[in-house]
């Protein structure tokens, strides 16, 4: 079961460049999300999207853009990239029934992406 | 606002020990709580849940109470295995239906020595 897939896993970009995370899961999940993970902080969410079409800011959105086209694909845009996006990025997803059956919460996490800026 | 705060790590403990990671909370309502763990160079997994007071979560040895009166989400093994040795998060969710609401504590790691 391939689940959560992110590529690239691992990226380095000089400041000013831009780059593109591709999240796909094979779950039919309608919810699907952008953490960063940095040192000493945790997961922060920068956007989510609960289904096909819909995006919306997280915690930390600036700098980053999104596109959920189709249901299985959620893409994290750098625009021009910055040092202070060093960071660890997961997408997630989690599917309407769970939320309805009153479990959220329970996300499914891709392996993560490293990107380092320079 | 709701928070999460974990004891900070690391914690390194030696095989067959006690563990305990602390976890409190701050939320409105009635939210479900939950311990994610991260094995090295993987995604985090739900390790456990508890969705109301008094509910305890377990899986794989692991346990945590849900206790309001405290406001606490302690997770627990008896006896840890080296591979135990991870990154544990706590999370909480709250009482009201909300994609965006899921918030994380910064994480623990546990390194368990043979």
């Known amino acids: 079961n391939a689940g959560v897939t992110q590529t690239p896993k691992f990226r380095v970009l000089k400041t000013g460049q831009s780059m593109t995370l591709l999240c796909a899961q094979d779950?039919?999940?309608?919810?699907m999300y952008w953490y960063r993970q940095d040192p000493g902080m945790g997961l922060r969410l920068i956007h989510y999207s609960v289904g096909e079409g819909t995006t919306a800011k997280g915690e930390v959105p600036d700098g980053y853009n999104v596109s959920r086209l189709k249901k299985q694909n959620f893409l994290l845009g750098l625009e021009s990239a910055a040092p202070s996006q060093t960071s660890v990025y997961f997408c997630a997803s989690t599917d309407l029934d769970r939320f309805e059956r009153g479990e959220p919460g329970e996300l499914f996490f891709g392996e993560g992406s490293r990107l380092t800026v320079l | 606002g709701n928070s999460v705060t974990q004891m900070e790590g690391p914690v390194t403990l030696s095989e067959e020990a006690f563990l305990t990671i602390n976890c409190t909370y701050t939320a409105t309502g009635y939210p479900s709580l939950f311990w994610y763990v991260q094995y090295p160079g993987e995604g985090l997994q739900l390790l456990l849940k508890?969705?109301?007071?008094?509910d305890k979560g377990s899986n794989k040895g692991f346990e945590a109470t849900y206790r309001k009166e405290t406001t606490s989400f302690h997770l627990e093994k008896g006896s840890v295995q080296v591979s135990d040795s991870a990154v544990y998060f706590c999370?909480?969710?709250?009482?009201?239906?909300?994609?965006?609401?899921?918030?994380f504590g910064s994480g623990t790691r546990l390194s368990i020595r043979p």
């Open positions: 779950m039919n999940h309608e919810y």
């Open positions: 999370a909480l969710s709250p009482g009201y239906s909300s994609a965006s609401k899921i918030i």
């Open positions: 508890a969705t109301k007071a008094d």
